[in-house]
Structure formats: C-alpha cells, structure tokens
C-alpha cells in the first residue's frame, strides 16, 4: 500500500522560510517522479515543483525562492520555501510514482499515481 506523509507545514510571516518534507512508502523501488502541488479553497491543485524524470521543474510563481530536493534513492522528497509570500499560503500535496512511462507533462496532478492528505502552509504578510 502506497503511503505518502507531509510534515513541516504551518505559520510563517511574509519573508519567512518553511521547509516541508514527505516521506513516501510501497513503491517497490525509487520512483522517478516526485513533487508537491498546492491547492486553495476554490482553486485548482497547482504543481509547484516536481523532480520528474531526473529533471527538476518549477511553477513560475515559486522559481528562484523554493527548492525541491531529495533524499538520495530514498522515497523522501523535501521543498525548502524561501522569501515567503502571503499568496503561497495553501494546501501543500506531495505526489509520487509516475502515472506514464517517460511522461512529458510533469505539472498535470494526473501525471502522478498518489499523493498525501497535505500540510497546510500559512503566510502572514
């Protein structure tokens, strides 16, 4: 049974860094395709950043303030959020395993087999 747990969410004043962090369990080896999404109320889930086919991609809204990363072959997968900014107070996701052999489209959540039950991530400004 494949299980995903975020952690590292919570409150944070505008400027601020969170680091979240994600810890997958029952895919039978490393998967290629790791990644957070975001969602608010109303709102679609958005890709934020995902290390996908061993290339690393980013929203523009995050590009040059977070940092996904992760833990060698491990299934763990950790995004470092810098300069916080109210807007990026949401829902954070972690997704894995990859939904299509050498997919192309790394920010569709459809391009993934499972994410978490989230972190919630609150920036004040």
């Known amino acids: 049974q494949v299980q995903l747990v975020e952690s590292g969410g919570g409150s944070a004043r505008a400027g601020e860094s969170l680091k979240l962090s994600c810890v997958v369990s029952g895919f039978p080896r490393s998967t290629a395709c790791l990644g957070w999404f975001r969602q608010v109320p109303g709102k679609e889930r958005e890709g934020v950043a995902s290390i996908y086919w061993g290339r690393t991609y980013y929203s523009d809204t995050v590009k040059g303030r977070f940092v996904i990363s992760r833990d060698g072959a491990e299934n763990k997968v950790f995004l470092q959020m810098n300069s916080l900014k109210a807007e990026d107070t949401a829902m954070y996701y972690c997704?894995?395993?990859?939904?299509?052999?050498?997919?192309?489209?790394?920010?569709?959540?459809?391009?993934?087999?499972?994410y978490g039950q989230g972190t919630h991530v609150n920036v004040s400004s």
């Open positions: 997704v894995a395993g990859c939904a299509t052999p050498g997919g192309a489209e790394w920010s569709p959540i459809s391009s993934y087999i499972s």
